[in-house]
């Protein structure tokens, strides 16, 4: 009987340690902190990530329009394990101001009381960052800008018979820097579909019209 005894309770006390190991605070299983910032506020674990290879997120200007960027967006939520050192959102803020000037990033945008953000530059690409503070949270999304990856191109023959009912074509897939003239490796696909258009009928004639999404600074025909 006592030895049955002794092994409920030492199952009890393995259950109770258990508990006590998963309230000091483990990351939620898959997510890491990103390699951008590879520390974090003291404290914090992270309870929630989120990755998409290609997303759209709108950063806070202190206007009522914001400034929408589009690239591979990862979001991490962060909390605090004990509220009562929780630090303040002016320590966040200013924390992650530094970290972004420390790399030669540009603070675009912050509020002392809640939130920043920030533009880094890195091998060449644009990285935006947005840190919030919530109650006991910090979510921090970075977006690395970059163009989507077109899968669905209109084919030649698909280009040929628009242009021939309507006389003119509205071609997705090509892509240039802004202020840039020289076309993005993503647009492949389009161009051969327009280079076997004009195969078809050497004496076809095209003016190319560059249209910008609004909802993005990166041009596309």
């Known amino acids: ?14 259950i109770v340690l258990s508990g006590l190991a998963n309230a000091a605070g483990v990351d939620k ?7 951008l910032f590879p520390t974090r506020m003291p404290g914090y674990n992270i309870v929630d990530c989120e990755t998409k290879d290609f997303d759209a997120f709108n950063l806070e200007t202190g206007k009522r329009t914001r400034l929408g960027v589009e ?6 939520t962060y909390r605090v394990e004990d509220r009562s050192k929780e630090p303040s959102a002016l320590a966040i803020v200013r924390n992650y101001e530094n970290a972004i000037r420390s790399v ?22 644009e990285v935006w960052v947005q840190a919030e503070r919530g109650n006991g949270l910090i979510w ?44 993005k490796p993503e647009s492949e696909a389009a161009l051969k579909e327009v280079a076997k258009l004009l195969s078809s009928d050497p004496g076809l004639k095209l003016l190319v019209v560059v249209t910008p999404t609004p909802w993005d600074t990166s041009r596309r025909t």
Not at 29 to 35: E, L
Request: with cysteine; net charge positive; proline share 2%.
């Open 1 to 14: 009987m006592k030895k049955v005894k002794h092994l409920w309770m030492t199952a009890v006390l393995l």
């Open 29 to 35: 299983k898959g997510c890491a902190d990103h390699p």
């Open 71 to 76: 690239g591979r967006r990862t979001k991490i």
């Open 104 to 125: 030669q990033g540009v603070v675009l945008f912050s509020d002392p009381n809640r939130l920043m953000n920030g533009k880094i530059m890195k091998d060449g690409k």
């Open 140 to 183: 921090l999304t970075i977006v690395e800008k970059a163009g989507m990856a077109q899968d669905i191109v209109a084919n030649a023959d698909a280009i040929a018979n628009d242009i021939k009912s309507t006389g003119h074509a509205a071609l997705y897939g090509i892509y240039f820097d802004t202020g840039k003239s020289e076309v």
